[in-house]
């Protein structure tokens, strides 16, 4: 019976995020893109004299915080139809900045103003990175060891862990995303920086009030199955973690948001895959010393060893 | 009605009181904190220049902080040196180089070198001594170390990726661009892996590396040797391991040229690292060239 | 209602038979997270007891006033507030350790063994009672911290506060991040079976 409602809500959140894709791409005329590590591929929009651009001197490529040391080309390859530039350095770039590239002078017209492209990883990919992240790579249960109150608390059935999970997602995300606003408008502007931990909680708490009154009117069904889970929401510390990551690592909105999601879902998987453990554990034979608690840190601790198995991982 | 008055009412009490015990908290810790901040910087810099305590420096020492700036104006973007004014000056100076590192101009700043160390109060100042609608963006900061007017040391505050996040380093050169020290100050690697990066055996391995060696070794994944392990444990402190201040720098010169030894389990920390001081390094050279150049050309008075 | 333990017997219900760490299982993340060495279990019980007895006097002396509708909001607030406080402090005078603890020290404020005690003993005791109580649930959590500080950085390191006394390292696997969980539950089954050990023999 709840089925499709969750189903719903996420097609929803899924069609949000993906609009902005398809509507940036197409905007893009000419673009550079790094290939490699020491590559830096450029298409021309429209495409010009081979010779000034297979000529290494003509580019100056730096990254954008240096733009005093420019990074020596040591081959630049014109593409058989003149569409694309690939340009070769010596020693690996540091692909995580933004880099500049300059063409000095188009062979063509000498008059022209040196034209400049940024290179710089995908935007979007870098705001799957840090959702990626979050969920799996830093999860904020298996790798930064916060929220365990609750999770351990809540992982003895697997109903009970998707329905907290589930909870706990939606009011991080609202909450991150009110923390955000206060955190960049009216606490960083005003120096009250030190008012964090009081601002952040009470946001939080408010979310949990608000979502608790608003569930009730709206969808009583809802609220009987998830009622019970927002007076924990509070008592976890991911959900106060995190506003205060975002506030620390100076992130923009889409970021919070994606922080925020990541650290929510990362939550409901290690929910779910320890409720199924513990579901099977019931059958096993566990020694006396063992029972309830210690055998589920056990657990815990061999699912956070298989979580490091995901740290170095770069993604984009 | 008269209840939701009486927990309006109590709240905002309730608030206010501890409104103020915040804020009075904050007032009286806040000055302690920059201040402990400042001592604790500074202790860091003396020991990497190789004094053990503030005192232990003798008065002739001085440090002389450079402040880069980025500029962006009409003509596109510049570089701008805030440089302390000669000896006696309360003023400072902004050079003002091209892409290129080409002498473009030098405008008086009025801000004393103590103001100086406030970003804010430069953020205010440098636009003002600019003029104009440019815009200048801080960079970073390095420090010139002398001793009785000679130049004796190169401090450079850094930060670079690590494995997980940003690692917050400063690094000291000796006036032959050779490594005079290195600290990690801030790190969130890996406690027991990565995290030993701030460990004696593994931040001194870069002590008395050349300009040349620095340019081109790497990591390896060989384990440390035994008497180079205990000739780094014993480098500039309590000295275990049994071993003199002669027999250690003799070690440590052996080892000079060679490739830093990877921490077991954390080749990519230790990897992150040597990338992040060769960078430092490199661009500090760099840019220290040009300015020298552009200060002795244009005859341009500093007391370094 | 009073309490009619004296106050060695709050403190000691704090430390024995309700131990947060052990006992109630609460306030499990920084068991995990930062247990590396005895040090660092010390630095953040007496953070938490700093928090935790201020926060019990503080309700108790006012329990009267406070409007029973708003208790929970009026718990967070007083906590929010002792936790600023002390990371502030903190900040000021320790920074080295400050700097090790992170985002702990702020997130005291989440820890559910506080609001527990307030809920359960500060708003109806006496303000002596109540601090008694909060200095026992303090030195509990420090405790537990702490011993577990001492297996993980004994085992891990062969160090006890720093000072060398194995020698050598015995398993370097204690002090990696994870192992925390492996130490909680250990020392959880341990402390079950010298129970069950109790009671059998108390039984024969």
Known sequence: MMAPNYRRILLLLLCGLLLPVAARAAGLAAKASFKGTNEIVLSLANPADAKGLGDPANYRVSEEQNPDISLPVAQALVSADRSTVTLSFKGPLNTRLTHLVTLHQRATNKGQAPETFRVSKSYWGYLLSILVSALLINNFVFTKYLGLCVFFGTSKRKATAKGMGITFTIVMVVSAIMSWFFYQYILKPYQLGFLQVVIFIGLVSLTVQAVDTVLRKVNPTLFKAFGVYLVLVIANCVIIAVPLMLADNEYNFLESLMLALGAGGGFLLALYLMSSARERMELANIPPTFKGVPIAFIVAGQFALAFLGFSGLKLF | ?304 | MATDKTSLQLVTNGILNENPIFRLVLSMCPAVGISTTVMNGFMLGVAVLFVQVFSSCTISLFKNVIHPRIRIPTYTLTIATWVTVIDMVLAAYMPAAYAKMGIFIKLIVAFAIITMRLEMFACKESVTASFWDGVGMGLGFMFGMMSLGLVRELLGQGTILGHDVLGFKPLLFFVLPFAGFFCVGLMMAFFNYIELAYRRAKRA
């Open chain 2, 1 to 304: 009605m008269k209840d939701i008055l009486t927990i309006i009412f109590r709240l905002t009490v309730a608030c206010l009181l501890a409104g103020a015990i915040m804020g009075g908290a904050f007032v009286l810790t806040n000055q302690a904190k920059r201040h402990n901040a400042e001592l604790n910087e500074r202790q860091v810099m003396l020991s990497l220049l190789g004094y053990a305590s503030v005192k232990s420096a003798p008065a002739s020492l001085k440090l002389y902080p450079i402040y880069r700036y980025l500029i962006t104006a009409k003509g596109g973007e510049e570089i701008g040196y805030l440089l302390p004014g000669e000896a006696g000056e309360a003023g400072m100076t902004l050079v003002i180089l091209d892409l290129d590192g080409k002498f473009v101009g030098q405008r008086p700043v009025t801000l004393s070198p103590e103001a100086a160390k406030e970003e804010t109060k430069r953020a205010a100042a440098i636009p003002a001594a600019l003029g104009g609608d440019a815009k200048a963006r801080y960079a970073d900061q390095t420090i010139v170390v002398t001793e009785g007017g000679q130049r004796l040391a190169y401090l450079l505050p850094g930060r670079f990726p690590g494995f997980k996040t940003f690692i917050t380093a400063m690094l000291a050169l000796n006036q032959d661009f050779s490594i005079r020290g290195l600290e990690i100050m801030e790190s969130e690697e890996d406690p027991g892996l990565g995290g030993e990066i701030v460990q004696k055996y593994f931040k001194n391995q870069f002590k008395a590396k050349t300009l040349e060696a620095m340019r081109k070794i790497g990591v390896v994944k060989t384990p440390l040797p035994d008497e180079y392990r205990r000739a780094l444990e014993a480098d500039g402190g309590t000295g275990s391991g049994g071993l003199s201040a002669e027999q250690v720098a003799k070690i440590e010169a052996e080892y000079s040229g060679k490739d830093i030894y990877a921490l077991t389990g954390a080749t990519i920390s230790s990897r992150s690292v040597t990338e992040g001081v060769r960078a430092m390094v490199q661009k500090f050279v760099y840019r220290l060239g040009l300015l020298d150049q552009a200060l002795k050309e244009q005859k341009i008075a500093v007391p370094f």
